[in-house]
């Protein structure tokens, strides 16, 4: 039951042993604990619900804009199926829009819909009151220069790494490479056990050897 | 022969006409581009009907007063005096958009007298900050105008060398008076102590801007406003009150919240049309108040300077004293909060 509950409320709220903060994170402060809404019309606490003690990722959007979102977005369903095993579980994306006064959790629907986003789990598109998304906005894609922070469509072009359980943050160019972008998520990961390491150090080393067989040197550096 | 500057490539395509078809193609784009344009350009304009207005007749004008709950009523002048008004009918109304109306569905009440439009389809063709365009189908186009018992002012304040970095205290203040009675709402960076403050400015400090100075380390810009402009803004100064009390400010550094705020306040000025020449404080090359290179002022000076460029560009805008005194009768100021 425990574990159903789990695997079927992906935004509801975490078992505490699953999702646990760093002693680091700024927690409600920095994220903020703003009510927010759904594409499905579910209300959210945004750090309790959402970030507490999760790795995350989060892009800016809006329903209307025929700019950067529908590439960003098309790049981020292909992200999402390379880590499908994991989006739900421990890796959410958060698509949060810019626009909210005009974004009521019907037209995020909507764009979810349009961009075969809806009903992948662990991805979930957020709309709130316009005072929380601005101030949740500023804190998390901040640039500290007032053009560029005012600009909300310049925004749209970049996806954030949160990991509030390691309190890592990142930031990638979503128009970057795949492996670009899939390494830097991997960042965010929790840090590996010593078994884990020596096997992934195993497989690099038979990945090199086999690479120095054909070419007679490391083609991968 | 004719085609003999093109070269050889374009030449032939513009026999095959692929060229003029592009050209048709383009023109077309450019159209759709300009409409849209002008579309993006009204779209942060919105219009509030609910109020009183006036019909452009004055011999026998006629008001009509749209409240919340979708009723009007039409009043005309009364009396000896003119200056009475009562009320001949009252009906429904229905919006087609609440923020940015295209149609005003009229609907006359049996037992509220007869409503000099009738049961009616208004189509709205225009509005801006005091006026909006209604047409009947088989009439001319009518402009009402807002009718307001309150006058609105917006100043801009700051002054320099008031702090240890060489700025000082800068803030917009918004006065609503009615010759009576008068709000003043004003949130900024004010001095605490030795330091600086973000949030409400205290009465002692923005009661000094409320009359101009020659003190060149002063700048103090007074233009008067619209009820509309007075609303959007006041919006702004109180959306940033409530961020400095609950701690919610955009940046951790108080003085370029300052400049948000300037900024806000003075750009909702123009969401419905130019109503005052701005200059465009975006921290581009082109932008030397703040990357002027002699001098790259402390972002406690930034809005001091920002207000000083506004009042240059806007000099015939601003209100005197004088002007300013018989509109406000000199009313001891009681403070909006």
């Given at each position: 039951m425990k574990r159903r509950a789990f695997f079927t409320s992906f935004v509801g709220k975490p078992p505490d042993e699953q999702f646990k903060p760093a002693r680091g994170s700024p927690g409600p402060t920095i994220f903020t604990n703003a009510l927010l809404r759904t594409h499905e019309n579910k209300q959210v606490r945004f750090y309790d619900d959402l970030i507490r003690g999760r790795h995350v990722l989060i892009n800016l959007m809006y329903a209307?804009?025929?700019?950067?979102c529908p590439v960003v977005t098309e790049r981020l369903l292909k992200v999402y199926s390379e880590l499908k095993d994991r989006m739900g579980k421990n890796l959410f994306l958060y698509s949060m829009t810019v626009k909210p006064e005009d974004d009521d959790p019907a037209a995020l629907k909507n764009y979810a819909e349009m961009h075969r986003a809806y009903g992948l789990p662990g991805w979930t598109f957020l709309t709130g009151d316009p005072y929380d998304m601005e101030t949740i906005r500023f804190n998390l894609f901040r640039m500290d220069h007032i053009a560029i922070d005012l600009?909300?469509?310049?925004?749209?072009?970049t996806l954030k790494i949160i990991n509030d359980g390691t309190n890592r943050w990142l930031h990638v160019?979503?128009?970057?490479?795949f492996s670009t972008i899939l390494r830097k998520i991997s960042w965010a990961d929790p840090p590996k056990s010593f078994a884990e390491k020596l096997e992934a150090n195993k497989k690099l080393q038979e990945k090199i050897n086999k690479e120095k067989k054909l070419w007679g040197y490391r083609k991968d550096a | 022969m004719g085609e003999a500057w093109l070269s050889p490539f374009v030449a032939a395509e513009f026999k095959e006409g692929t060229v003029r078809r592009s050209a048709m193609l383009l023109g077309l784009i450019l159209v759709c581009l300009l409409s849209a344009h002008s579309a993006i350009a009204q779209r942060g304009c919105e219009l509030n009907i609910v109020g009183t207005w006036s019909t452009a007749d004055q011999s026998n004008p006629i008001l009509y007063r749209f409240t919340q709950d979708g009723k009007v009523t039409a009043l005309s002048r009364s009396g000896s005096n003119g200056e009475d008004f009562r009320e001949i009918a009252t009906a429904d109304y229905v919006l087609d958009n609440p923020k940015a109306p295209k149609v005003v569905l009229l609907k006359e009440l049996a037992d509220r007298g007869k409503f000099p439009l009738g049961t009616a389809a208004l189509d709205i063709t225009g509005y801006d900050d005091k006026s909006v365009t209604v047409k009947i189908l088989g009439q001319d186009a009518v402009r009402w105008t807002r009718v307001d018992p309150n006058r609105y002012f917006m100043v801009l304040a700051g002054r320099i060398r008031t702090f240890y970095d060489g700025g000082g205290p800068s803030f917009p203040m918004l006065i609503k008076t009615d010759g009576r009675k008068t709000e003043i709402d004003a949130v900024g960076l004010f001095p605490r102590g030795s330091y600086w403050d973000f949030g409400r400015v205290p009465e002692q400090v923005y009661s000094h801007f409320m009359k101009e100075t020659d003190n060149d380390s002063e700048v103090m810009f007074r233009l008067e406003i619209t009820g509309v402009q007075y609303e959007r803004a006041l919006k702004i100064v109180r959306t940033w009150d409530r961020r400095a009390r609950e701690g919610?400010?955009?940046?951790?550094d108080v003085t370029m919240d300052n400049i948000l705020l300037a900024k806000g306040v003075t750009e909702s000025l123009n969401q419905c049309g130019e109503r005052i020449k701005l200059y465009k404080l975006d921290w581009s090359i082109q932008d030397y108040i703040s990357n002027s290179p002699q001098d790259k002022p402390e972002t406690t000076r930034i809005p001091y300077l920002y207000f000083q460029k506004l009042k240059r560009l806007n000099e015939s805008l601003h209100v005197g004293d004088e002007k300013f005194h018989a509109a406000t009768r000199a009313g001891s100021p009681q403070s909006g909060h």
């Open positions: 209307d804009c025929h700019g950067a600009d909300i469509y310049a925004h749209t072009s160019d979503p128009m970057a490479s | 919610a400010l955009l940046y951790p």
